[in-house]
């Protein structure tokens, strides 16, 4: 099997979960590889992503680390045959690739979590809005992958209504003009359709809350097939970051449910969107 000189994050994270097994059962690559047939080497290229492994291979490092979680074994094993060319595929050499980690993971998911306070959702938002936010970058983009990161960020709305999808938006988010007022109310409208679609649930977290301090935790939240296998994103200084350790996502979990508490209904934030995109 050929070496993989720029693995996906989707990838990486089959490695990270065979090491989390390996590790878990208190074995060395050198024993693992010894109980397997190979050479240690071949263990640590599967670890670090640079190697495929068949499903027989998985099922049988599975069973050596004494893995008893048959959904969990399951769940790797499909993501190990997965051979799944989406249409992120066409971006390869264009965009960063954080760009096409995140449309698989979204593609992949189960169900979509994201909590946002400065900018509206990326798949909900419209392409003028899109737009906008590339265009302010520092320094400016090339007309092309202007255009590519626009045409990227409204393909990602595929996810939407293919999975549970919901999004908390803090009233910044929705009161903060990116572009013109025009924009801006189209935007809005673009929120109360989407709103109102099977599967998608919008909420809004308004300035006048008392007692809120979540502002610093923004994230999208990515359901896999086991909870064991969900990721949660967030922005970094340095880039994006996919974050998939058990404790970790425990935490966001719990987080994510406070954020939820202190949001308003679906249907309070319908009326919420409504009243704004009147006063615009």
């Not at 640590?44 to 074994?73: M, P």
């Not at 595929?89 to 998911?109: K, S, V």
């Not at 572009?179 to 679609?197: D, F, K, V």
């Amino acid at each position: 099997m050929a070496l993989r000189h720029n693995p996906t994050a989707r990838q990486v994270r089959l490695a990270a979960e065979l090491r989390r097994l390996r590790d878990n059962a208190g074995l060395t690559s050198r024993q693992a590889a010894a109980l397997l047939g190979v050479s240690p080497p071949q263990i640590s290229q599967i670890e670090a992503a640079i190697a495929g492994v068949s499903e027989k291979r998985l099922r049988r490092l599975a069973a050596h680390y004494t893995c008893t979680d048959e959904e969990l074994v399951a769940a790797l094993a499909a993501m190990a045959t997965d051979r799944t060319r989406g249409w992120w595929e066409e971006y390869r050499g264009q965009l960063p690739t954080p760009f096409l980690d995140l449309a698989e993971l979204e593609h992949h998911a189960t169900f979509l979590r994201e909590v946002q306070f400065l900018y509206i959702p990326g798949p909900l938002q419209t392409e003028d809005y899109a737009r906008a936010v590339f265009s302010y970058r520092v320094p400016e983009l090339p007309d092309g992958e202007l255009e590519l990161r626009v045409r990227h960020r409204m393909q990602r709305k595929t996810v939407l209504g293919s999975a549970p999808y919901e999004a908390i938006i803090h009233e910044a988010a929705l009161r903060i003009m990116v572009s013109n007022r025009t924009a801006s109310r189209a935007q809005l409208a673009h929120l109360l359709e989407l709103s109102g679609a099977e599967r998608i649930a919008v909420r809004v977290i308004p300035f006048a809350l008392e007692g809120f301090a979540g502002a610093a935790s923004a994230m999208v939240h990515a359901g896999g097939v086991v909870p064991k296998l969900d990721t949660v994103v967030r922005d970094a200084p340095h880039g994006t970051v996919f974050i998939d350790s058990e404790a970790q996502l425990g935490a966001f979990r719990m987080l994510f449910r406070k954020v939820e508490d202190a949001a308003l209904t679906c249907e309070q934030s319908r009326d919420f969107i409504h009243r704004l995109t009147k006063e615009l």
